[in-house]
């Protein structure tokens, strides 16, 4: 009597714990992001001479690394940086700008505030020549990186 009464009740335990709800399938199709992903995600954003607005053409990757973020439990870093053309004072704030319009983005799409740290560099840290268009579009960047927390 004590085995078939045990037995029901381990029944009705494993039957309450284990019930497929929403939760449970949320977790089943939870996508996971490999370090071939993530670094996709994180190769720098270029921009447009003298504008600090993310072009379109970006808005599908930021929308999988908000993903990437939300469910990963990351924080992004955020660097602006701008082309040698121009002023000093106003490269800083313009790479400002280039970084927070991505952070703007982020948010929009559900990533905490708290979650993004951005930080200007002006046109003091050139990946390319700035005595060519195409290295100065190299310069014209955000990059991005990632940190897990736990």
């Not at 009705?12 to 992903?37: H, P, V």
């Not at 040698?84 to 004072?89: D, E, F, L, W």
């Not at 990946?127 to 310069?139: C, F, H, L, M, P």
């Given at each position: 009597?004590?085995?078939?009464?045990?037995g029901?009740?381990?029944?009705?335990?494993?039957?309450l714990?284990?019930?497929?709800?929403?939760?449970?399938?949320?977790?089943?199709?939870?996508?996971?992001?490999?370090?071939?992903?993530?670094?996709?995600?994180?190769?720098?954003?270029e921009?447009?001479f003298?504008?600090?607005?993310?072009?379109?053409?970006?808005?599908?990757?930021?929308?999988?690394?908000?993903?990437?973020?939300?469910?990963?439990?990351?924080?992004?870093?955020?660097?602006?940086?701008?082309?040698?053309?121009?002023?000093?004072?106003?490269?800083?704030?313009l790479?400002?700008?280039?970084?927070?319009?991505?952070?703007?983005?982020?948010?929009?799409?559900?990533?905490?505030?708290?979650?993004?740290?951005?930080?200007?560099?002006?046109?003091?840290?050139?990946?390319?020549?700035?005595?060519?268009?195409?290295?100065?579009?190299?310069?014209?960047?955000?990059?991005?990186?990632?940190?897990?927390?736990?």
């Amino acid at each position: 009597m004590k085995t078939k009464l045990l037995g029901i009740m381990v029944m009705l335990f494993l039957s309450l714990g284990f019930r497929a709800d929403g939760d449970i399938n949320k977790i089943k199709n939870k996508k996971t992001y490999d370090a071939a992903a993530l670094s996709e995600l994180t190769k720098n954003l270029e921009y447009d001479f003298d504008k600090p607005a993310v072009r379109a053409a970006y808005y599908k990757k930021l929308d999988e690394l908000a993903d990437a973020v939300k469910s990963e439990n990351y924080v992004v870093s955020l660097r602006g940086h701008a082309d040698g053309i121009g002023a000093y004072k106003y490269n800083w704030v313009l790479s400002d700008k280039r970084a927070v319009s991505v952070k703007d983005y982020l948010v929009s799409k559900g990533v905490k505030t708290d979650r993004v740290v951005t930080t200007p560099f002006g046109s003091t840290i050139p990946i390319a020549s700035n005595k060519t268009e195409s290295g100065r579009q190299k310069n014209r960047r955000v990059e991005i990186s990632l940190k897990k927390i736990s």
